[in-house]
């Protein structure tokens, strides 16, 4: 399996979700031969639900795309969030199936 990764760090909030929406737009074009994109979220220090929208969207742009989105090194309090949201599984390698 060939693995793109996406380092993100600083905060996942609504003041960056343009600038991080660009960065993941990149890597959906340039996945071509690649089976997953990782995002990277160990220095993502604050997480809002803007960074938890733009995540989905993500997700489901690269399920469009024929890939998927593996999220690595979250945080306790990002794995909170995902859970709560009940979304943790749509960044799961099953996704691609």
Known sequence: MTMQTVTLNGSLTIERVAEIKALMQIALTDHTGT???????????EFDAAGLQLLMAFALAA???????KLCN??????????LYGVRN??????AA
């Open 90 to 95: 749509r960044f799961a390698e099953e996704e």
């Open 74 to 83: 979250t945080s306790d309090a990002i794995d909170a969030v995902l859970t």
């Open 35 to 45: 089976e997953a994109i990782e995002v990277d979220l160990a220095t993502v220090g």
């Open 63 to 69: 399920k469009s795309a024929g890939t998927y989105v």
